[in-house]
């Protein structure tokens, strides 16, 4: 595995690594990341690494842990996305407007000490087949009412414990100096990760 020197591997508790595009548990229905030869590894540049343990310590204390389900993503992961789905609603046009393949964000979300995920407004990419295959069809309007649920600023009286757990995630990424982005709950950039390079990954 070439990867920069520049990345480190998150594999140790209290995170947890599930990669959605390492299984078929994903909108593709495809295991793009271990197709590729690429597998269910969590790669990030150093300096989200040196955040991301700072948090740790804090998780520890809160008896949670974090899981990810994805984080650097291999341009040639990104390619072959784009091109099962060439929609800017699911992936972004290039490799360059997408922070994963910078290894500067991660998607994820807080879990219980035995590593059940909390309840959300949305799973985790709220981005499912049946919406993938309706969007592709040029049927939007379902898609789009769902994503509300997935937008920070989400609120519904109804679920007052999936809109704590959001908040609550926000807060501890926030405190390491992460960003969140409004329409995806679960993904946090590193700010000004635009300004580090796409890393290139090939099997050999
Ligand atoms: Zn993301």
Not at 20 to 39: H, P, S
Not at 133 to 160: I, S
Request: glycine share 4%; net charge negative.
């Amino acid at each position: 595995m070439m990867l920069s020197e520049d990345l480190a591997e998150i594999k140790s508790d209290p995170f947890i690594v599930e990669m959605m595009y390492a299984t078929k548990e994903n909108m593709l229905q495809t295991a793009v990341y271990d197709n590729i030869g690429f597998g269910n590894r969590a790669f990030v540049c150093r300096e989200l690494f040196g955040k991301l343990q700072k948090l740790a310590p804090v998780l520890q204390k809160r008896r949670q842990k974090l899981k990810i389900f994805d984080a650097y993503r291999p341009p040639a992961a990104h390619q072959i996305m784009r091109k099962i789905i060439p929609l800017s609603e699911f992936f972004a046009a290039t490799c360059e407007c997408s922070l994963h393949c910078h290894a500067a964000a991660i998607d994820c979300c807080l879990c219980d000490e035995k590593g059940q995920e909390l309840e959300y407004p949305t799973k985790v990419d709220a981005y499912t087949p049946e919406y993938a295959k309706q969007v592709c069809q040029g049927e939007t309007n379902a898609f789009q009412q769902h994503l509300q649920k997935a937008r920070q600023d989400y609120v519904n009286p109804d679920m007052d414990e999936e809109i704590k757990n959001r908040n609550d995630l926000r807060q501890l990424m926030e405190s390491i100096g992460l960003e969140p982005i409004a329409h995806e709950w679960w993904h946090y950039n590193l700010p000004q990760g635009k300004d580090l390079p796409v890393v290139d990954w090939s099997k050999d």
